[in-house]
């Protein structure tokens, strides 16, 4: 693989060498030649960005409030036994690990990072305290009073291992990296050996536990610069070999996998937030040991390259990263600690994937480069929702990368990428259509419904039971960044079909605990269209259905089947909740008669029938029972679903449609159509035609749609059974995709990954099998397609493609 990234530039993006790797205080010198010297000055770069405009906006700014910052935190500090901060007490009076000595153990980690950004508000030209004394001083008293109180060698752990092990000494090292030229050998070797002490070499032995994915990465980042900075040669080359494990292909556990699905913490997909982690930090790594003598050079590592566009790029849109990957981080929002008080949401975690990306493709082929940046243009340029150039979360060296990207003329944005994608390691589908985007997230016995923990996502219970995201290309971006999380009826959430038992916060469990006895999760794509489909299993309750979802050129077609309850409460089908904002008053139009725009309006319409909502789009409600209608305004906090969070309260309003299969149903069911983007004529006219979409099956057996325009069937099997042309001798997914060129791609999964033989028939003239995978043993053409296959076990879900010429 061609390196593009050489030492010297990476020397001389330090800004000048001398500034940054001399210190403000000393005098400028030639740029070192100790390879650990270099590989120190080249963390410098990458920590601070190279070079940007300090006068200039966005960074003028940015680096004035990081100033401003560093300074109140200096003002404020006033060290004292067990604690550097009046507000950051870390001394446990019952130190231990259970989770009342969390919070001691959390500001410890707090105080080094208050350090950590004082030490870069002391580096970085611009921020008003460049080289002052009285910071510098305040660093260095700092630092030896937490070494003294806190984090020393010998010190027993207390608390949550992530702040010993990830959190504090990688603020520590950035710091020691960041101000070498003022640091003593005694300060350096003492704070090393604390290092040493909670991150031994025992950390990596073995690929387990919390050693794994991102976590491992994170380690390895600790033990590499703490190898620098020490001179220790054995510890960087461990955290080089320790890396290897990261980037094999997993198929249970932690890690990436074939589909492109990243799980961390067992049983979570975590693609937008552990693996941005993961993203960052292999970024840096390989950075910093390119062109040494511990370059990684495991031919593996290439998985991570190839994953940027298989697994982080299908929940990119708009310089968004879809929330069905970002687990418990969906809560965290506005924090009530944030001295900025910037929220997070799914834009700035998708804008921290992007500079990601960029600080991996300095370490990828000049083809690879070249795309990926391509690719970060398009998505930078195309978020009008949330500018990059405006997010306040970012780094400045984050926030230089992606200006100078967007401001490069020989880079091309490039438009997002389309398609579908089904990734069922971790029960969750992406589908891309020109002018909009769809997400699906579901549970399984391998997929925890949601993740709590930490006090963290509260109440997020049942996006995992088929919620399901939607944007538009130009409208909608913020459905689930404006205070949705805190506001929105969790009982109601997109897509789902839910209990109304009341649930505790945190009910299932932390960890991802909560996952459902239930197998027939997944579907079958081409690529373009899809059937997927999911038995759906209540958390804490009896609640059964089946549900399918059939993703098409203009629409989704949504079914629901077999849906039964003994709790004693009423079961919802919910067709969509939109956020309308603060004070949005979007028209709802119902068969042609536009409805009250009054908070608290709620209203019971029959079915069939259509709806659209002003600014969204439309929806086709086929099924024969009645559909419900509300707008109302709901008023939430961040702390209601994150501890540490805002307890500001927010209010937003919401319209939503959904289907009352009223309490303790037995056989409950629904059908509707949305049409994303689309007008009100078009929604009348989808409705007016009812030949566009055939329903083949809508049971607890098998659902099945077929759409002739498009030479699409799709059908999910629960069991033995035919719809339409399809038959099938057990549970599968099937889509057809007939195309016009007289051929057809008849695509089969197991979602239950249980079927040692299954036999499916398309009763369909076929004169010829083009092509077959390996798992099928006898494919049979004729009046009719005969498809007979082996296990379909280590397929994984995946669909098996079988090419035929049509008769």
Partial sequence: MASVWSRRAFLSAAGGGAFLLGGPTGPATAAPVDVHDSMRATWVALTLGGHHPADAEPFRSRLAELGTVAGDWCGAMAPVPGSLWPDLDFADPEPDLDTESFAYSDRMMRSYQRLRTMAEAWVRPGTGLTGDGGLRAALLTGLDHLHTEVYHAGQVRFGNWYCWQIGAPQALLDICALIRPELTGTQIGDWCAAVDHFVPESAVASYAGTSTGANRVDLCRVLALRGVLGRNDARIALARDALSPVFPYVSSGDGLYRDGSFIQHTWVPYTGTYGSVLLGGLGMLFGMLKGTPWEVRDPAAQIVFDAVEGAWAPFLFNGLMMDGVSGRAVSRGLQAADVLQVQQDDHTRGHAVL?????????????????????????????????????????????????????????????????????????????????????????????????????????????????????????????????????????????????????????????????????????????????????????????????????????????????????????????????????????????????????????????????????????????????????????????????????????????????????????????????????????????????????????????????????????????????????????????????????????????????????????????????????????????????????????????????????
């Fill in 355 to 807: 500079a990601g990306i960029l600080l991996l493709g300095e370490a990828a082929s000049a083809g690879e480069r070249a795309r990926w940046r391509g690719l970060v243009k398009g998505w930078t340029a195309r978020d009008y929702y949330s500018r990059p150039q405006d997010d306040r979360t970012l780094g400045v060296s984050a926030l230089a990368q992606l200006t100078a990207v967007t401001a490069d003329p020989a880079v091309t944005a490039l438009p997002e990428p389309m398609g579908h994608r089904l990734f069922a390691a971790m029960d969750r589908a992406t589908h891309r259509r020109p002018g909009w985007a769809a997400s699906l997230s579901m549970a399984s016995r391998r997929i925890a419904h949601y993740e709590t923990g930490n006090g963290e996502n509260l109440r997020g219970w049942h996006t995992g039971s088929g919620m399901l995201f939607w944007w538009g290309g130009s409208y909608g971006n913020g459905q689930y960044s404006d205070a949705f999380w805190p506001t929105v009826d969790p009982y109601r959430l997109p897509g789902t079909t839910v209990s109304r038992t009341p649930l505790a916060d945190a009910a299932g469990g932390p960890w991802g605990a909560s996952r459902p006895a239930a197998d027939w999760v997944g579907g079958s794509s081409d690529g373009e269209f899809a059937s997927a489909g999911q038995h759906l299993r209540g958390l804490s309750s009896t609640l059964t259905a089946r549900k399918s979802w059939f993703f098409l050129a203009d629409t989704i077609v949504c079914l629901g089947a077999g849906i039964a309850c003994t709790d004693g409460t009423k079961v919802e089908s919910v067709v969509d909740n939109r956020n309308l904002g603060a004070a949005g008053s979007h028209a709802l139009t119902v068969g042609g008669t536009v409805q009250p725009a009054t908070l608290g309006w709620t209203a019971s319409f029959p079915g069939p029938g259509w709806a659209h909502l002003a600014g969204f789009g439309g929806y086709v409600l086929s099924g024969g029972g009645a559909f419900r209608a509300l707008r109302e305004a709901r008023t939430g906090r961040w702390q209601d679903i994150n501890t540490g969070g805002s307890a500001t309260a927010l209010t937003r309003r919401y319209l939503t449609l959904w289907y009352d299969h009223g309490t303790d149903p037995t056989a409950g069911g629904y059908a509707y159509q949305m049409l994303p983007g689309a007008t009100a004529a078009q929604t009348a006219a989808r409705a007016a035609a009812p030949d566009w979409l055939r329903f083949l099956a809508n049971s607890p057996v098998v659902q099945a749609v077929s759409v002739p325009s498009l030479g699409f069937t799709g059908a999910n099997f629960w069991g033995p059974g035919r719809a339409g042309p399809v038959e099938a001798d057990g549970p599968c997914s099937v889509t057809v995709r007939e195309r016009p060129d007289g051929t057809a791609a008849v695509c089969i999964s197991d979602p239950t990954r249980t079927r040692s033989a299954l036999t499916v028939t398309w009763h369909r003239p076929v004169t010829a099998v083009l092509s077959r995978p390996a798992t099928v043993v006898s494919a049979t053409p004729g009046a009719a397609l005969r498809l007979e296959f082996g296990s379909l076990n280590g397929a994984a879900g995946a669909s098996q493609v079988v090419t035929v010429r049509l008769a």
